[in-house]
Nanobody, 125 residues
Framework: QVQLVESGGGLVQPGGSLRLSCAVS????????ISWFRQAPGKEREGVSC????????EYIDSVKGRFTISMEIAKNTVYLQMNSLKPEDMAVYYC??????????????????WGQGTQVTVSS
């Protein structure tokens, strides 16, 4: 069964850290672009970060550069998003998604065809 399962969300104070995980089953990650998206209430879904292991590419939106790090553990078929120095504006539901047979690393949701169920990240004191 092909599926993505996110975990690792929760409540954290501003300045804190969380690590999100996206466990993939049913296919091999290294032929896909994998991205993290987020959607806050009343806002459009936005691409946060992408990794394309086969082509050695990672991408981040400007607002998370220097704070978030995306990585992949092929042996576990899992993608991670390490989030440091979290801000209230990072609060959202975070989703992972895959785009097959890509040589690039897009952050546009229309390029992705398989999505996880999402995990809530709450940043509040």
């Amino acid at each position: 069964q092909v599926q993505l399962v996110e975990s690792g969300g929760g409540l954290v104070q501003p300045g804190g850290s969380l690590r999100l995980s996206c466990a993939v089953s049913g296919f091999t990650l290294d032929y896909y672009a994998i991205s993290w998206f987020r959607q806050a209430p009343g806002k459009e879904r936005e691409g946060v970060s992408c990794i394309n292991e086969r082509y050695g590419d990672t991408e981040y939106i400007d607002s998370v550069k220097g704070r978030f790090t995306i990585s992949m553990e092929i042996a576990k078929n899992t993608v991670y998003l390490q989030m440091n120095s979290l801000k209230p504006e990072d609060m959202a539901v975070y989703y992972c998604a895959t785009a097959p047979w890509r040589s690039d690393c897009p952050l546009d949701s229309v390029e992705y065809d398989l999505w996880g169920q999402g995990t809530q990240v709450t940043v509040s004191s």
